[in-house]
């Protein structure tokens, strides 16, 4: 069964540090490009970080670039999404993405979902 399961949201102050983990089973993520995605109440989901499976290929939102960093470890099928420099508009539902295509990846259409774990950034 395939199952992605996000950890390590919460509530952090502006300025602060989180990182998120997306365990995946069912498959062997080595093979798969992977992403995070977020959705904030009343607004449109946001491609965060992409990263390709084996081309060192990624993508990152303008809105995160030089904050945030996508990374994998096979050996322990898990992704993450670590966080610097978090700022109130970073409240979100942050959701990790598997597919073995890049591109459907970055445009939103993977086929794999977790199913999301809450940021909050705020004093």
């Known amino acids: 069964q395939v199952q992605l399961v996000e950890s390590g949201g919460g509530l952090v102050q502006p300025g602060g540090s989180l990182r998120l983990s997306c365990a995946v089973s069912g498959f062997n993520l080595e093979y798969y490009a992977i992403g995070w995605f977020r959705q904030a109440p009343g607004k449109e989901r946001e491609g965060v970080a992409c990263l390709g499976s084996s081309d060192g290929s990624t993508y990152y939102s303008d809105s995160v670039k030089g904050r945030f960093t996508i990374s994998r470890d096979n050996a322990k099928n898990t992704m993450y999404l670590q966080m610097n420099s978090l700022k109130p508009e970073d409240t979100a539902v942050y959701y990790c993405?598997?597919?073995?295509?890049?591109?459907?990846?970055?445009?939103?259409?993977?086929?794999?979902w977790g199913q999301g774990t809450q940021v909050t950034v705020s004093s």
């Open positions: 993405v598997a597919d073995p295509d890049f591109a459907a990846v970055v445009a939103g259409m993977a086929l794999n």
